[in-house]
């Protein structure tokens, strides 16, 4: 009997709507053949790899992932799974006699999901496992081998189970590349602002559009950069537009509540050179997304992109006047162009256009789909004849409110102008603004939700008072604080 090619994939219990999308991404992404018995909300997939190396090649790269193992036991019950390992360990004595010499230190960890175990509960489960033939030493700091003994005791809290539902034994090969999540935190990096996406996410969203190094990446809605960040740590080189002049020069205001002014080498770029990826970083230009800037042979591996939805970042684009005057170019007399707003239906209609235009034959697009839930239906989907939708996974935000991270594939290159509108199918839904469904979307009004907050804020007011506790207005110094912060930057300047 040959040695197991099957791995347990252990997977951290969050964005769990993302991990299936992920983890098909980087299949393809390295052209793993696979076969694999996985539940997309269990934390533990059991999946059947070529070899080792392969199995390396896809936690190089996984976000979702924690840890990979080689799988030497499954079983749904104790009886099963000690039968299993043992049978697993005579039938390969010859290839595991390694693991079992002298000089092989080793380490037993216990894992369990969903139910916590005491150290005397540990401390039984290891000792249960007498019957393999360890000869090494215990060296908890660094083994040459290291097995992990997990169990699953199901998803729900409420609802424990009296035994485990799986039973895992393996050794482990590799750990995800979850560092990554803390090593671009947003709480660190030098220049952020209210909508920067979060790091796990970027770079998630950089694994569904299958970076890779050397691709030429794009974000027509660049904003801060951060998902320029997640791509350059991939390997490739970088390209961003937005229209928001103020936040690509840093002169917007700072988002961080303890700064009141932005430092001068606040970019794009500082964050790409904060990484150590400056050498991938090409450039960030102001573009308005609405108006054609690119030549028409500008061909891009994958666009990412994360469009403003119009709550916290407004949707704009360069106002189009039909009485135009002489503009005086001039260095003090400068001019800025007047904006209108850039509907949503509008703005996604023009970026699968641009995909379709400008992606590679087999290039991805990856954007996120604002929506309210009741509002949903896979029909809102936006559709492009020449784009096949990969992928869609729900982010619970506020409330009655959710977002989608929509995966597109250009499997045909377009023989039609850019701005052919006819192949973009859009759902009559998203012709109304989200900002407009996300007030509307409650039987109450916005005006009844303020005057319920206000009176609601009174009244732990009156309690606080009551209790002899000092009361601050916190909107009162929030304001006094700014005005603070502008007199500041007007003295500075």
């Given amino acids: 009997m040959s040695l197991s090619k099957k791995y347990i994939l252990w997977f951290a219990q969050e964005h769990v709507e993302f991990r299936a999308a992920e983890f098909n991404s980087l299949m393809k992404l390295f052209n793993i053949q696979h076969t694999d018995n996985t539940n997309d909300k269990k934390p533990f997939w059991v999946v059947e790899f070529p070899d080792d190396a392969v199995a390396l090649q896809y ?12 799988l030497w036991s499954h079983g749904k019950n104790y009886e099963k ?6 049978h697993f360990i005579e039938q390969n004595q010859a290839h595991l006699s390694w693991f079992f010499k002298q000089e092989t230190s080793f380490k037993i960890t216990v894992e369990t999901y969903n139910k916590h175990l005491s150290q005397k509960e540990k401390i039984e489960r290891i000792e249960s496992l007498d019957y393999l033939p360890l000869k090494g030493v215990v060296d908890l700091q660094s083994p040459k081998v290291e097995w992990w003994y997990a169990e699953f005791w199901g998803l729900d809290p409420t609802d424990v189970p009296n035994k485990p539902e799986d039973i895992f034994f393996g050794r482990w090969l590799a750990n995800g590349q979850r560092h990554l999540i803390k090593e671009i935190s947003l709480k660190n990096r030098k220049f952020i602002g209210n909508t920067s996406m979060d790091a796990q996410l970027s770079l998630l969203m950089a694994n569904q559009a299958l970076v890779k190094p050397g691709d030429l990446v794009f974000d027509p809605f660049v904003g801060t950069g951060s998902l320029l960040v997640s791509a350059a740590k991939f390997g490739g080189y970088v390209l961003g537009a937005d229209i928001d002049f103020m936040m690509l020069h840093a002169r917007a205001r700072p988002s961080r509540i303890t700064q009141k002014v ?3 080498d606040e970019s794009v770029r500082g964050n790409l050179e904060q990484y150590n990826c400056s050498d991938r970083y090409l450039d960030v230009v102001i573009a308005d997304f609405s108006n054609i800037l690119w030549r028409n042979d500008l061909k891009f591996d994958s666009i990412i992109t994360d469009p403003p939805y119009g709550i916290r970042e407004a949707t704009e684009k360069i106002e189009t006047k039909h009485n135009k005057t002489e503009i005086n170019n001039s260095s003090t007399n400068l001019h800025y162009p007047s904006t209108s707003h850039y509907a949503l239906h509008h703005l996604y209609q023009d970026l699968l256009m641009f995909a379709s235009k400008h992606l590679k034959l087999g290039g991805r697009l990856v954007f996120w789909l604002p929506f309210c839930r009741n509002d949903y239906t896979d029909d809102i989907i936006p559709q492009h004849v020449s784009l096949t939708l990969i992928s869609n996974s729900e982010q619970i935000l506020m409330g009655h409110t959710s977002r ?12 039609h102008s850019l701005y052919d509108k006819g192949k973009v199918i859009l759902h009559p839904t998203l012709t109304v603004d989200f900002r407009e469904r996300y007030f509307d979307s409650d039987d109450v009004s916005r005006s009844e939700k303020r005057l319920h907050k206000a009176k609601q804020r009174e009244q732990g007011r009156l309690e606080a008072l009551k209790r002899g506790k000092v009361v601050t207005d916190g909107r009162s110094l929030k304001c006094t604080m700014n005005r603070q912060r502008f007199k500041e930057t007007e003295e500075n300047n």
């Avoid at 936690?59 to 080689?70: G, Q, T």
């Avoid at 799974?81 to 043992?86: E, P, T, V």
């Avoid at 989608?404 to 023989?415: G, I, P, Q």
């Fill in 404 to 415: 989608r991270l929509l995966t597109y594939e250009k499997h045909a290159e377009s023989n």
């Fill in 81 to 86: 799974f000690h039968k299993h390992l043992n």
């Fill in 59 to 70: 936690a190089s790269r996984s976000i979702a992932l924690r840890a990979i193992f080689k």
């Fill in 262 to 264: 932005r430092e001068k």
